[in-house]
Structure formats: C-alpha cells, structure tokens
C-alpha cells in the first residue's frame, strides 16, 4: 500500500528566508505531482514530476524529485507573504488514483 | 471556460438525510473524481470514473454513489447522511490517468457538507 508523508506539517517562517518541504513515499513511482491550497479555496496544480532527477522552477519555487530515495522536495527562495499556503504533494498509485500527503501548512510573516 | 464547478458550496443536513452534488466540467476530460478532505488528513479519493458510463470506488467509498450519465457530470450522492461526512468535498477532472501518463487534475471549488 502505497504511503506518502509530508514533513514538516506546519512551517512558520520569515520573509526572505530559504526552506524545504519533504516528500516522502512508500513504494516505488514516476509521478509525483505538487499542489497549492489557499485557505478555503480549491486546489492548484503546481509542478508535475515526471523522472528521476527532475527538476521544475517557477519563481521562488523549486521542485525535485528523486526516484531511488522515493522522496520530492518542494524549495522556496527568499519566501514572501503571498506564498502563504498549504502545499500537497501526491503520487501515482494506479493507473487512475493518487495518493495524497496530509499537507504542509506554510505561513509567511512579514 | 468555467473549468470544473460544483454545486451546491455549502449544505448542512441532518443524520438520515440525503443529497447529491454535482460536479460539472467543460474541458472535455474523460476522468473524473470526487475526493473528500478533511482536517490534517489530506484528500482522500471516494469514487473516480474513467468515462461516461463507469465509475469504480476509490479509498473511502463506503456510504456514497455515484453516477457519469454524461461526460460533463459526475454526481455524488449521499443516501443516508452520518456525522462521520461532515467533510469538504472535492470534484476533479482529468484528460487521462495520473500515473501511466501525466495528466494534472483540476479541481472544482468544494462544498462543505455539514451533517448534524
């Protein structure tokens, strides 16, 4: 069965810092998709994942993934207010089905 | 295009009651999916349909239906409500599978269910 955890679960942090958010899964898979969560709003497709050693880039954040330790890293740079959210990541477990972890909840300070 | 929209956003039923929600999409997917979530849980799949006139269980399908008469919609349907689906109420669409491909799903607004 496959098991994704997210660490950490709540992150409180400094505008302008740098910091990770972790990934971990359980069985083995190519797919790992990175989702964004305004509070009591929908979600938003991110960075989808497609190898080993993929990398993807979109302004202040940085998604990688790395197959043999089945683990993906979410980086922010220099993180401002905006970026605010709760961050899912999820990863194929069939054909049709994603798994998804319990969220990383990420508030920004000014 | 609208995307995926979900009706209705908010609904508070009593123990014993039941309800449908609809899920509408315009994008042409083929896959749909209803997730619920809850509190420090994340999403949780309860049914997903891989085209008009299929649907098939997910993780936590137990006291729910669903049915795809046509492509567009996906209907939830709760028979007899419980405390215990009290939750936020998620509807995606998709092109394709998730993993055999890389399709993104796209989700719809939500409707938070309270059952009393």
């Known amino acids: 069965e496959l098991k994704v955890e997210q660490n950490p679960l709540f992150l409180s942090m400094q505008e302008g810092k740098n910091y990770t958010i972790y990934c971990n899964y359980s069985?083995?898979?190519?797919?790992l998709y990175w989702y964004r969560q305004d509070p009591g709003k929908s979600l938003e497709s991110l960075f989808v994942?497609?190898?080993n050693g993929a990398v993807k880039q979109e302004g202040r954040l940085m998604a990688s993934l790395d197959t043999k330790a089945r683990l993906s890293t979410l980086h922010i740079t220099a993180a401002v207010h905006d970026l605010s959210a709760t961050y899912f990541c999820?990863?194929?477990?069939?054909?049709?089905?994603?798994?998804w972890g319990a969220g990383t909840k990420l508030i920004i300070k000014p | 295009n609208a995307g995926v929209t979900q009706t209705p956003k908010f609904r508070v039923l009593k123990t014993g009651q039941s309800m449908t929600l609809l899920c509408a999409q315009d994008?042409?997917?083929?896959?749909m999916y209803w997730y619920r979530q809850d509190p420090g849980m994340g999403l949780r799949l309860i049914h997903y349909?891989?085209?008009?006139?299929?649907?098939a269980k997910g993780e936590v399908p137990d006291g729910y239906n669903v049915s795809r008469l046509k492509k567009q919609n996906f209907l939830l349907g709760l028979e007899s409500a419980a405390p215990s689906q009290t939750s936020v109420y998620f509807c995606?669409?998709?092109?394709?599978?998730?993993?055999?491909?890389?399709?993104?799903?796209?989700f719809g607004p939500g409707t938070r269910l309270t059952v009393t």
């Open positions: 995606a669409s998709s092109r394709g599978p998730p993993v055999t491909r890389h399709y993104e799903q796209y």
């Open positions: 994008m042409n997917h083929e896959y």
């Open positions: 349909s891989v085209g008009e006139g299929t649907t």
């Open positions: 069985t083995t898979s190519d797919r």
């Open positions: 994942l497609l190898s």
């Open positions: 999820a990863v194929g477990d069939s054909n049709y089905q994603l798994i």
